[in-house]
DNA sequence: CTTAGTGCAAAACATTTGCAAATGT
DNA sequence: ACATTTGCAAATGTTTTGCACTAAG
């Protein structure tokens, strides 16, 4: 049923010079499947297993490193104890809501960043994120 | 000698609600009296014990988070393992070079962002962090 | 004295790793 | 068949917690 969809996704695996396993293919159709999704490895293993592929934690760890390293995902620092992980590679930002640890993403287009200062000698600006963190309005 | 800075530190602490008790003391003076510092609670805690504090590890970590509540420092998300605390609280950006796992500030005056989306309903803004990431410049 | 704070060791998490068994090519 | 990948369980690294002991007011 799906099935047009896992060839393209082996495709890509394998052009990243990933074997397309069972859990690879299982673990990025639940990745790119829905959309942009920001997700720590837990969630993602919980998704898989809800989703009937009983994979391994570690498998998920270590699949999430090898997406990474291949490009396919990015990494998102926005919480000290858990990693988050952005199916969304192209340049955009994000809100980070305290209190839920959710993430969401803004359009790179609806914000402008001037001025930014040179980096130091003999270093390259590799990327600039941007988290705009909210929390719950109080209504007084 | 450092009299004079540790009892203003001491009427601070107070001014907290917390008890200037001999390590926080002397965790804050070696948090401020150098300025503004991106420090991680190990770290913090080799500098103490070199100044002659035999500190606990569980102490730092309760004192930071103590200070964090206070307001005197600040959470930094830069990477996913560790957790770097900030003695500037000030509105500022922050250069993060990768490798190195270096901190570095960026006065807040020199960049300009503009368009900030609009929260979600029922938000508001607590902060916006911005970091840069920087690695080595490959000079070929 | 009384209460809050500290240190230690153990617990709790998140993540990584080693190795035998399973899978992909 | 052969190399890679997986799963498990154990190891690691970081942070938190429980509780007896110490220090501050």
New interface residues.
């Given amino acids: 049923m799906v099935h047009v969809k896992e060839l393209s996704i082996e495709t890509r695996l394998r052009d990243c010079g990933l074997r397309p396993t069972r859990q690879r293919i299982a673990l990025a159709d639940l990745l790119f499947a829905k959309g942009d999704r920001h997700l720590t490895v837990e969630e993602l293993h919980e998704e898989a297993v809800d989703a009937g592929v009983p994979v391994s934690l570690a498998t998920v760890y270590n699949t999430l490193h090898q997406f990474t390293e291949a490009g396919l995902v990015r990494?998102l620092?926005?919480?000290?104890s858990r990693?988050y992980f952005d199916t969304n590679i192209s340049d955009h930002h994000h809100?980070f809501?305290?209190g839920d640890n959710e993430v969401?993403d803004?359009p790179v287009s609806?914000?402008?960043?001037?001025?930014?200062?040179e980096?130091?000698e003999?270093?390259?600006?590799?990327?600039?994120?941007?988290?705009?963190?909210?929390?719950?309005?109080k209504?007084r």
Wanted: aromatic share 2%.
């Fill in positions: 990494v620092a926005v919480e000290g990693t809100f809501v305290e969401l803004i609806s914000i402008e960043i001037g001025n930014l200062p980096p130091p003999g270093m390259e600006i590799a990327h600039v994120d941007v988290i705009i963190r909210l929390r719950a309005k209504n």
